[in-house]
């Protein structure tokens, strides 16, 4: 076995984080385990070659065999989401983006994205990105009953007359009209674009809606709900095919990493597979069953539960910040973010809000019936945050149930 237990302080601090994989609950609702294949491909020889170019166009010479792994790994992204055009190199879901407006939008262009509060993203034109300043993001909100305020999209649309439409967000637990978007966007003469990071897995498995087919451009990453590598994807309608893909090489980016490409493709396959579909059903049914259990123990959640697999919850009904009960809950062996809320008078380091999902823990093995039990400890763990032996009992816990699902067992670094 292929091994670097003789760098003791990187093999015993990988050691640490598997045995902190494995023993707790892991709730961001970002995070997700890997198969085993996509682990090794991703410790494989493709991390050695240079591939400039794309398959059959190369800048380097020996990419015989990264072509036929990088055309395997577009032709599964093109099925499992009815794309016609894939660029599998963006090196994630940010560089994504950003190579999408420079190839779409020129400087000062207008974009209508949703503020990053009410569930967008920082990609998405929050003024401290680079983007911000390149173009003119404005952005919309959320309505008071917490979903998409379609009326404001479009009144912004008719009065600023934006160059793209951007929806697809990262704390925000609604079904999108994706349809919707594209009437207004046509209306206005604006591009579309979908940042479906979050939920492409969802999507793939058939459990959301899908922009692909009415989209200009879509893009995501692959570590989330899909169950990949990190790392990137755009797709688009083959119109813009060629000015994405020369925004991501040579624009943005130099040598694509084809180890994490051959790890894209393994996870495509994986995708392809029926177990997906039941496996992003359970994600959903377990989010829908811990937003009920936590609602029943009187906790707030934005956007009034969920249709996906995250949930926004804000916490300050319950006495804490987002940040004393993030804390609280890693204590108990429950990860999850503090996160901003909807018109949160708090700041981002220490926001009103939590956030937390079920990808990870529905890979691990759980079913609905452990939702309760995961309700009663976040419950529990919030209301005696300040108790360190009630959060390490919570821990024991956690510890004693995930132990039924092992996770990489093999696994060894030290
Ligand atoms: N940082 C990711 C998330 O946690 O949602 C999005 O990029």
């Known amino acids: 076995m292929m091994t670097f237990s003789h760098d003791t302080e990187i093999a015993q601090a990988m050691q640490n984080e598997l045995e902190r994989q494995r023993h707790g609950l892991e709730m961001i609702p970002s995070e997700n385990f890997v198969s085993e294949a996509v682990l090794a491909a991703l410790g494989s020889v493709a991390t ?94 959320t309505t008071a009953d917490g979903t998409i305020d379609y009326e404001e999209i479009e009144s912004l649309a008719r009065e600023h007359k934006p160059k793209m439409i951007l929806v697809g967000y990262s704390a925000y637990t609604r079904e ?81 990493h084809e180890n994490t490409i051959a790890a894209k493709a393994i996870a495509f396959g994986e995708a392809l597979q029926p177990e997906f579909k039941e496996y992003a059903k359970r994600i959903r049914a377990n989010a829908k069953t811990l937003a009920d259990e936590l609602t029943k123990r009187e906790f707030t959640l934005l956007f009034g539960g969920t249709d996906n697999h995250l949930l926004l919850i804000d916490v300050s009904t319950k006495g804490v910040t987002g940040a004393q009960a993030e804390v609280a809950l890693d204590a108990a062996g429950i990860t999850v973010n503090k996160n901003m809320i909807p018109n949160d008078p708090r700041g981002p380091m220490d926001p009103s809000g939590i956030r937390m999902g079920t990808p990870a823990i529905t890979t691990r093995g759980l079913n609905v019936e452990h939702m309760p039990l995961v309700a009663e400890w976040i419950d529990r763990a919030i209301q005696h945050h300040t108790d360190p032996a009630m959060l390490r009992s919570i821990a024991d816990d956690v510890r004693k149930l995930v132990s039924e699902f092992p996770l990489y067992p093999d696994l060894k670094y030290v």
Do not use: W
Not at 60 to 77: N, P, Q
Not at 211 to 230: A, C, E, N, Q
Not at 233 to 255: D, R, T, Y
């Open 176 to 256: 999108i009209d994706y349809a919707r978007i594209a009437t207004i966007a046509a209306e206005v003469g604006a591009l579309t674009m979908a940042d479906i990071a979050h939920i492409a897995g969802l999507i793939a498995a058939g459990e959301m809606n899908n922009p692909v087919p009415l989209f200009d451009v879509v893009t995501t990453t692959t570590h989330k709900t899909l169950r990949g590598p990190r790392g990137g994807m755009i797709m688009c309608k083959e119109i813009h095919a060629k000015a994405i893909n020369k925004s991501v090489f040579p624009g943005m980016q130099g040598g694509p």
């Open 48 to 141: 050695n070659k240079y591939a400039e170019g794309l398959p059959g166009k190369r800048y380097y010479g020996g990419c015989l065999h990264i072509d036929v792994i990088e055309s395997i790994a577009i032709e599964r992204a093109k099925k499992l989401f009815g794309a016609e055009h894939v660029n599998v190199q963006p090196h994630s879901g940010a560089p994504a983006n950003n190579a999408v407006y420079a190839a779409l939008l020129q400087s000062g262009d207008t974009v209508l994205g949703m503020d990053l509060s009410h569930g967008g993203h920082l990609t998405h034109g929050h003024p401290v990105t680079d983007a911000a300043k390149r173009y003119n993001f404005l952005r919309y909100k």
